[in-house]
């Protein structure tokens, strides 16, 4: 692969006019694609599998007039302190606001709170539920603004009005610390190579790589049913990885510069060794972020798919595009070592020459490691494993309307139902009662309507809404809980528990949906595919490395490793979340249970990154050893080329994830601090302190393979071995020829 990669490099090095346009014409029709692209309409959530996915799908089928999907808007409302909502004047507000709520070309209904028992019983707040013809996303901005406008003539006749519901969804915004991100990406990449021309090229790379993958995400969003997180999240992995992939090919360049090599040569050579542990590396984020589609959750396949794109492209650019700028630079990015006289080259000019120049940091910190690996290997796992503590207390939901801000309409909506109904009122769950099959349907929806009031946790069962054929019915029930409290989750269970022996009494299916019960299956479902993604990814990227390092011990190493810092950052993840610690710093104005697709997709892209910095250190490590050093040596060596580079990148990535923590968009904003504390942990404790550590105690052993299995393993030369034939000028001249007529 080296030597492949080492042709290919040169040619894009020499070819980057060709190399330029082609990535130029492909951001100008993917751009073009996105513009014409119809507007994206609904992101569907279905759950395929689960009980309430189920019920949703027979109302479609039962209820075809029902909109089940549709959009929802509860409007609430409130008298003023010492009144009553009843009085005449009131009423008679009430019922204009929905008269005007119903005139909407979107809307199927809007219930009288008069006629349809929506008054408190105090009788200072009721509420009138509206509802759409479509989704929430689908929802044209003129019946937001009118819902919006006929809530605002209600407060103008002295009424406190507030709306719930899904029908205000709105696209997340993440604010101005994304562009603070890529800011501080911008100053850690002069600060690494020196200069700016040699800077501003992973920022580059990584923004068109971005623009070609989220463009076209955009084309693809109406055809394909993407969601605007799907883009969000593809735009936050495609921005980290391509400036980490970049900047490693751009350092390797400068270090071959440094050896005394011609660009060309240099170009070749840094894609041949620094661009095969990019491809390792990718492949590994690729299978982890793919491997996703295991849960069976079509949107969680559906971002991870887009993701993997972006990185994919982003592989292709850091091969292709990145040696084709380095041609246009010329002599503006320079050796490893030197920088610009406007950031401190002179200086280090001088020190050079007169031999006073220190060691580096990564020498003089692997050096400390291997000469006290114990210490540090206990001090990281412990520091790890307190920072994982809080995890057992880990409790899992989905956001709704009580998780959003108290400055929200829809959280003083939530906050005004719960006052005048109770909790469990914003959390009603539905019963399907399939009847077809029993010989006494109405008999069969009866007993279960019977059965359902004796359970403990219900305060309302209504009666039920039969469908045109008489054979299926429709009953709400209200819990005396909030809809994320752990009792109405075991009120679910218990009336799926009933509904069994229903069925065996009458042969008439119960099956529970609604929110509250759809939330409650998700993250049953997510809950039971974790391990065997985890065991999916984990081991498909060991075999992986194994064929990169060629060892047994350094891929177990970097597995374990992986799980100490996925643990600690679900740890830091529920202490800022679930227990409200720092919260006001990272602007969670609400505290709650963590996101159920949280930990299931922290482990997939967090095990992709944090084979990222194992490949880019350690190949570093395998090639010095390779090439006769002795084990704790190459480590240090390792450290010496390595260190300020993975240090660098993992900077750069910490910032382009911290930036997505201002989203307006509660799942953003976990994820981006997920990853951001995940990376921090992965790669200054883990790879930058374990693995050191680890590897010096290992010594030899660390890169032991049985012969048999070294003999079935593919060679594909990651540490460049194959490059060391190949001389400047006349190196397979006749190879070159070729890819050059290509």
């Known amino acids: 692969m080296a030597t492949f990669l080492y042709k290919a490099g040169r040619l894009a090095f020499r070819r980057r006019h060709f190399v330029a346009l082609i990535w130029v014409a492909l951001l100008t029709l993917a751009g073009v694609g996105a513009a014409s692209a119809p507007a994206a309409g609904?992101?569907?959530?279905?759950?395929?599998?689960?009980?309430?996915?189920?019920?949703?799908?027979?109302?479609?089928?039962?209820?075809?007039?029902?909109?089940?999907?549709?959009?929802?808007?509860r409007v609430v409302f409130k008298a003023p302190a010492g009144e009553k909502i009843t009085e005449?004047?009131?009423?008679?507000?009430?019922?204009?606001?929905?008269?005007?709520?119903?005139?909407?070309?979107e809307v199927t209904s809007a219930a009288d709170p008069f006629t349809a028992h929506a008054v408190s019983k105090d009788g200072t707040i009721a509420y009138s539920q509206v509802k759409y013809k479509v989704s929430g996303m689908e929802l044209k901005d003129a019946s937001k603004d009118a819902l919006k406008q006929a809530a605002q003539h209600a407060r103008d006749a002295g009424l406190t009005v507030e709306v719930g519901g899904d029908a205000l969804t709105a696209v997340p915004e993440t604010g101005a610390t994304e562009v603070i991100g890529i800011a501080v990406a911008a100053v850690v990449l002069v600060i690494t190579f020196g200069s700016l021309v040699a800077a501003g090229l992973p920022l580059l790379t990584a923004l068109v790589g971005v623009g070609i993958g989220v463009s076209t995400i955009t084309a693809l969003s109406n055809a394909l049913d993407l969601g605007s997180t799907t883009s969000t999240l593809a735009m936050m992995i495609g921005l980290a990885v391509g400036i980490d992939y970049a900047l490693f090919i751009v350092s390797r360049y400068r270090a071959e510069l440094a050896e005394g090599r011609e660009r060309e040569e240099a170009a070749g050579r840094a894609v041949g060794t620094a661009g095969s542990a990019v491809v390792f590396a990718g492949l590994t984020v690729v299978i982890a972020l793919v491997g996703l589609s295991v849960v069976n959750i079509p949107m969680l396949t559906k971002m991870g798919v887009a993701a993997a794109g972006t990185v994919v492209i982003a592989v292709l650019i850091a091969l292709t595009m990145i040696p084709a700028l380095l041609g246009y630079a010329g002599r503006k990015v320079k050796p490893a070592g030197e920088k610009s006289r406007f950031l401190g080259g002179r200086r280090a000019a001088r020190e050079t020459?007169?031999?006073?120049?220190?060691?580096?940091?990564?020498?003089r910190?692997?050096?400390?490691?291997?000469?006290?690996?114990?210490?540090?290997?206990?001090l990281g796992v412990i520091g790890l494993g307190a920072a994982a503590v809080p995890a057992s207390s880990l409790q899992l939901g989905l956001p709704d309307d009580g998780s959003q801000p108290v400055s929200t309409t829809q959280r003083r909506a939530y906050d005004l139902l719960s006052q005048g109904f109770g909790p469990g009122f914003n959390g009603p769950l539905m019963l399907v009662v399939d009847a077809k099959a029993s010989g006494n349907p109405k008999g069969a929806v009866t007993k279960v309507t019977d059965d359902v009031k004796g359970l403990e946790d219900v305060v309302t069962v209504t009666p039920a809404t039969y469908n045109k054929a008489g054979d299926t019915a429709v009953i709400t029930v209200v819990p005396d809980s909030k809809p994320s409290s752990a009792t109405t989750e075991d009120l679910v269970h218990a009336i799926r528990d009933a509904g069994d022996g229903i069925t065996a009494d009458t042969d008439a299916k119960v099956l529970v949906t609604g929110t509250t019960a759809m939330n409650i299956d998700v993250s049953q479902k997510l809950n039971d595919a974790l391990f065997p993604y985890l065991a999916l990814v984990v081991g498909l990227a060991f075999l992986l490395l194994i064929v990169v390092f060629r060892s047994i011990l350094v891929p177990l190493k970097a597995a374990l490793g992986f799980l100490l810092s996925v643990m600690a950052a679900l740890g830091a993840v529920v202490a800022v979340f679930q227990w409200g610690w720092l919260s006001g710093l990272m602007g969670v104005a609400e505290t709650g249970p963590v996101m159920s697709m949280m930990p299931i997709f922290?482990?997939?892209?967090?095990?992709?990154?944090?084979m990222d910095y194992e490949v880019f250190l350690v190949t570093r490590m395998r090639e010095a050893y390779v090439h006769g050093e002795k084990p704790s040596q190459a480590i240090v060596t390792g450290f010496r080329h390595g260190a300020r580079v993975v240090t660098a990148a993992a900077v750069i990535m910490i910032a382009v994830f911290s930036g997505f923590i201002g989203s307006s968009e509660a799942m953003i904003k976990m994820i981006g601090f997920g990853l951001a504390i995940a990376v921090f942990f992965d790669a200054f404790i883990v790879r930058m302190a374990l693995v050191p550590a680890v590897l010096a105690l290992l010594g030899r052993r660390a890169w032991w393979l049985p012969r048999w299995l070294d003999r079935a393993l593919p060679n594909v030369d990651v540490e460049g071995e194959g490059l060391r034939t190949h001389q400047p000028g006349n190196a397979d001249p006749d190879g070159d020829r070729e890819l050059v007529r290509v």
């Open 88 to 105: 005449a004047a009131y009423k008679a507000t009430v019922r204009r606001t929905v008269t005007e709520l119903r005139s909407g070309s």
């Open 42 to 73: 609904s992101s569907s959530f279905s759950v395929p599998g689960t009980e309430a996915q189920k019920a949703f799908d027979l109302l479609d089928q039962r209820f075809p007039g029902m909109n089940a999907g549709g959009a929802t808007a």
């Open 602 to 610: 922290m482990v997939g892209v967090v095990f992709g990154l944090a």
């Open 365 to 378: 910190w692997s050096s400390f490691v291997v000469r006290r690996p114990i210490a540090v290997l206990l």
């Open 353 to 363: 020459a007169s031999g006073t120049a220190k060691p580096n940091m990564g020498t």
